[in-house]
């Protein structure tokens, strides 16, 4: 049961353009969801993250919007680098004082195109 | 940074064969994890330990067991590799920084069961 979901694998988009990643997840408990850029070769690196008792935060580019009553979340990007071709991962989790078990969906590969 | 260190980077090793991954920390934090990697499946846990000699299993521990007699190190070791466990395998640990929480990951090993 995949209690987190990226529904597009893949994603193309204009440089300078928005970029916009889905995430729907389907456990009422998770209170607390981040994202994660991977490239290749290399871990997982932390993006953003927010909690649930809020619905958006901001960083710089990078922006993730949250739905609970849709249980979905997004991340915004804008505009668009050429670096910023990656694959995404997002993630959730319920707050465990430290000891936060992360689950995370399977990810979208995004290509910005020059 | 949080310093993790995971060897090898990559690994060839016949069916049947025992196999240890290793993953040293250098800032004594207290929950480190062990997570594969698949097309198609995300990341997905495999066991986690919350402190020296305390370990529990995750979502997908069939076939592996870990070991932490220090802090700093956690071993992952796959009893009699099977072709099922070719993954790319991560090590993290848990973080704060400022308000938020998340993992920091090692760069990975990939793993090749042939």
């Known amino acids: 049961d995949q209690q987190v979901k990226q529904n597009s694998p893949s994603l193309s988009v204009q440089e300078g353009r928005i970029s916009i990643l889905n995430c729907d997840y389907t456990?009422?408990?998770?209170?607390?969801f981040l994202w994660y850029k991977k490239y290749p070769a290399e871990g997982p690196t932390f993006l953003i993250s927010i909690s649930s008792i809020k619905d958006k935060n901001e960083d710089g580019r990078f922006t993730v919007f949250l739905n609970k009553s849709a249980k979905h979340l997004s991340l915004h990007i804008v505009p668009s680098q050429p670096g910023d071709s990656a694959v995404y991962f997002c993630?959730?989790?319920?707050?465990?004082?430290?000891?936060?078990?992360?689950?995370f969906g399977t990810g979208t590969r995004l290509t910005i195109i020059p | 940074d949080a310093g993790i260190t995971q060897s090898p980077r990559h690994k060839v090793t016949e069916t049947g064969t025992p196999v240890t991954l290793r993953c040293h920390q250098t800032e004594n934090h207290r929950y480190m994890y062990w997570y594969r990697q698949d097309p198609g499946h995300g990341l997905r846990l495999i066991h986690y330990s919350y402190g020296v000699k305390d370990t529990d299993k995750g979502e997908v521990s069939d076939g592996y067991s870990v070991s932490r007699s220090k802090t700093e190190d956690f071993l992952l070791t796959l009893e009699s590799a099977t072709s099922s466990q070719t993954s790319v395998y991560f090590c993290a640990i848990s973080e704060t920084r400022g308000s938020n929480y998340g993992y920091t990951f090692g760069s990975g090993t990939r793993l090749t069961v042939v």
């Open positions: 993630a959730a989790t319920r707050t465990n004082f430290g000891n936060e078990k992360l689950t």
């Open positions: 456990n009422s408990m998770f209170d607390y």
